[in-house]
């Protein structure tokens, strides 16, 4: 049996980052998240207009797409969105990133999604994080251009990976005397090396325990809190919305950093979306999807 037959979900963690350095990360077998099909099942996408980007990373090329649609009640609030996919997949194309996109556009909030280098074995943080900050600069630096509306209405967000990223990259503005963004949206985020124990303490030879680890790259750097915003302080946070959902066992990372960020009086809302599991935003068929996006909208729009 070869590497494409087998899902690279049941296979140590090694073996998966060998598979995606070697072949790439395995196409997605759905026939119907492709854009064209998403227009067909949701026709309040029509008119959203799409533009890829490549933004200078300074050590790379970051891909981004804008995403906006003139027929739509502006909102007068834009976001700068990052998908997850545990720092070792993910792409502009995944539900997560695009349906979520046009669905966001279609409702007057312009997108701009990111994507960053996966780690595969020899990439490690800081450099997912770098690609996220590079994007987000070029954003708020074009914000004009991109979205119609000035920096100061532009908010970060992400999910799963994506979420820790930009908390993490919230976290180095606010340390480096940068403008935070205006708010922030983490989506079923993991700020701790420990999701399920929303800790420090890992276990690297756990799933979640290998993930961090690989992320950071030594078990030292685990306790960087621009890796892992949970580790560090709230102070200076912008208003937050933090998803959290009932079956999802990073739940605990969501929760304890909507306390943290509580507890300093920084701004949050925190929402559990009942009956959906760690990822269901990369399905636009759950039914718990589509809910999510439209408090994502409402909080942001408000």
Known sequence: MSDTDVDFRTLPLADVLRLFRERGEPADPRPDIDTASLRRRFPRLAEVATRDITVDGGRRAVQARLYRDASAEASDRALVWVHGGAFIGGHLDMPESNWVALELAARGIPVLAVDYVKCLGDTHFPE?????????????????????????????????????????????????GEPVPSGLVLVYPVVHPNGPEASARVDPDSPHGALSVNFVGTTEALADPHAFAGLGPAEGFPPTFVLVCEFDALRPSGEAF?????????????????????????????????????????????
């Open 128 to 176: 997912p994080s770098d690609d996220v900050l590079a994007a987000w600069r070029y954003a708020v630096g074009h914000a004009e251009e991109l979205f119609g509306v000035p920096a100061s209405a532009v908010v970060l967000g992400g999910a799963s990976a994506g979420g820790n990223l930009t908390a993490g990259a919230t976290a180095r503005l606010r340390d480096d």
């Open 258 to 302: 909507a306390r943290q960020l509580e507890e300093e009086g920084v701004p949050v809302t925190l929402r559990l979306e009942e009956g959906a599991g760690h990822g269901h935003v990369n399905e636009p068929s759950d039914p718990t999807a589509l809910p999510t996006v439209e408090a994502i909208a409402a909080w942001i729009a408000r």
